[in-house]
């Protein structure tokens, strides 16, 4: 643990600012917020969620384990499975009829594009199962193929298959439906 602190020191300096120790690139590290933005994560985490990907991969060094062989696979995976354990914390809330209002209220207007495919398409990510949200931004956001996929989530790569063909299928309907394809 000493060794984690220590390293997590000198990647994070003295003032909580990231050092040139970063164990993410720049490259990977807008590839992680992009994945965790789609993955429905708010705009005000996105640093914490970026974070936590950066630690993660601290601690896997300093358990000792060998470094993964695509670092920026392995950040997208973990980035993703971040922003789904989000949307379960969100749900558990929402089942216990806390801050459903707020949560609703408190999404931020987002300056950048707010053009009706674009809001449909979150829309209907937000409405996927999560494992099948999870393969699609991984597939065609962080660009990976289905193996790398199937091998970083531990499964069949006709899973990821299945998932991304059901997830393809349903966000095409959500479209047409809303009349917006």
Do not use: C
Not at 135 to 157: C, H, K, Q, T
């Amino acid at each position: 643990m000493a060794v984690l602190r220590r390293r997590a020191h000198r990647v994070l300096g003295e003032d909580g600012a990231v050092s040139g120790d970063d164990p993410l690139d720049a490259a990977q590290e807008r590839r992680v917020r992009a994945v965790l933005a789609l993955g429905g994560m708010p705009q005000a985490d996105l640093p914490d969620g970026v974070q936590q990907v950066r630690l993660r991969l601290l601690e896997r060094a300093a358990k000792g384990y060998e470094a993964p062989r695509d670092v920026s696979a392995w950040a997208a995976v973990v980035a993703s499975n971040l922003a789904m354990d989000w949307h379960r914390a969100k749900r558990r809330q929402e089942r216990l009829g806390e801050r459903l209002a707020s949560l609703r209220q408190h999404e931020p207007a987002s300056g950048e594009d707010t053009s009706v495919l674009s809001l449909a398409v979150a829309q209907g990510l937000d409405e996927l199962p999560d494992a099948q949200r999870q393969v699609l931004v991984l597939r065609f956001y962080a660009d990976l193929p289905v193996r790398s996929i199937a091998r970083e989530l531990g499964v069949p790569e006709g899973t990821v298959k299945s998932r991304l063909h059901t997830a393809v299928r349903a966000l095409r309907a959500r479209l047409h439906e809303d009349e917006v394809v």
